[in-house]
């Protein structure tokens, strides 16, 4: 139901767009963005609120990511920018089928597969 790809091999201060392609009902949802480092829990980068367009982003991302969407395509992006290497994780994108936002991981209901995202210094 969740398709995620786009990641790959970038040098510290690149950029790198991820994208996942949702099939099924998405108005009114969320679409979050999540990530996991070897070693480490999966932890909250953005979310985006299919609706309005309303976005949502963790501190360590805000100002370098950026999350939208195609309606149309019914598809979310991840734009990342000035990659660093403490980026480098498995990419997530799941949905929350809900019309309340959370960074909350366990609350989202559908998965894709992940996208391995690799900054290199």
């Known amino acids: 139901q969740l398709q995620a790809c786009g990641g790959g091999l970038v040098q510290a201060g690149g950029s790198l767009r991820l994208s996942c392609a949702v099939s099924?009902?998405?108005?009114?949802?969320?679409m979050g963005w999540f990530r996991q480092a070897p070693g480490k829990e999966r932890e909250f980068v953005g979310a985006?609120?299919?609706?309005?367009?309303?976005?949502y982003y963790a501190d360590s991302v805000q100002g370098r990511f950026t999350i939208s969407r195609d309606n149309a395509k019914n598809t979310v992006y991840l734009q990342m920018s000035s990659l660093k290497p403490e980026d480098t994780a498995v990419y997530y994108c799941a949905l929350r089928r809900s019309t309340y936002y959370s960074s909350r991981a366990s609350l989202y209901d559908f998965w894709g597969q992940g996208t391995e995202v690799t900054v290199s210094s």
């Open positions: 985006i609120k299919w609706s309005d367009g309303t976005t």
């Open positions: 099924g009902r998405t108005f009114g949802y969320h």
